[in-house]
Structure formats: C-alpha cells, structure tokens
C-alpha cells in the first residue's frame, strides 16, 4: 500500500508565517507614516487654496472688504463658509472637518497667509 503524502508539513507553514508577520510588521508602520504625510500635505494645500480663493474674493470684493485689505483684520473660515465668500468643498479636510484658522493680509510683506489659531481681530 502506498501512501500519498502531499502537503505541507508543520514546520514549512510556520516558517511561512513568520515570514509573512515578519514583513507585515516592517510594512505596516511604513504605510501608516507615508498615509500621514500625506494628509498633512493635503491639509497644507487645502489650506493654500482657501488662501488663493480668499485674495481672489478680496480683490473682486474690494468696497467689502477695505479693512481686511488694509491688515487690520482677518476672517475666520467659519465666516468664509457661512457667508459663501470661497467654495465650501475647499473649506473642509478629507475627514469632512471644517478646517479652522483665519486669512491674514499682510500689507508690508503684501501677501495672505493662513493662520490657526487666529491672533488678530476678526472681520465683521
């Protein structure tokens, strides 16, 4: 009588699982990190956009917003979205979050930034 043996034995399926935690635990840490720099580089051009949009509004909207031009306050994106001043689909991260911060018009340097938390007064 013959016997058939085919399969694996014991020892070379443990081995292939080690294996497999071995690059499982190199891989997934390294997935997870490059996930994150890639939100914050998300976040970062969510941001830079809503500051384009905002000089965009500001020069279009020159009579309302004369103080925000002239560096003497900023507004909230709280304000941009309730007040449809910039798309509110660039207004929030990918989880759905409303970015919060404030745009600034720095009149020496002559350029906007976005700035959280917000540290001058508030454009009304």
């Known amino acids: 009588m013959k016997l058939n043996n085919k399969g694996f034995t014991l ?8 294996i497999l935690v071995t690059l499982l635990l190199i891989a997934i840490p390294s997935i997870t990190s490059t996930i994150s720099r890639n939100q914050d580089k998300e976040l970062q051009a969510r941001k830079d956009l809503i500051v384009s949009e905002m000089e965009a509004y500001a020069t ?56 959280n938390p917000c540290s001058k007064t508030i454009c009304s």
Not at 11 to 18: D, I, K, R, S
Not at 88 to 102: F, H, P, Q
Request: glycine share 4%; net charge negative; hydrophobic share 30%.
């Open 60 to 115: 279009s909207h020159k009579n309302s917003t004369k103080n925000f031009r002239e560096g003497t306050c900023a507004y909230t994106t709280e304000q941009m979205q309730n007040n449809n001043m910039i798309s509110k689909e660039n207004l929030v991260d990918s989880e759905g979050n409303l970015i919060s911060g404030c745009v600034y018009y720095h009149q020496t340097n002559k350029e906007y930034t976005f700035e």
């Open 11 to 18: 020892v070379e399926l443990l081995a292939v699982l080690v």
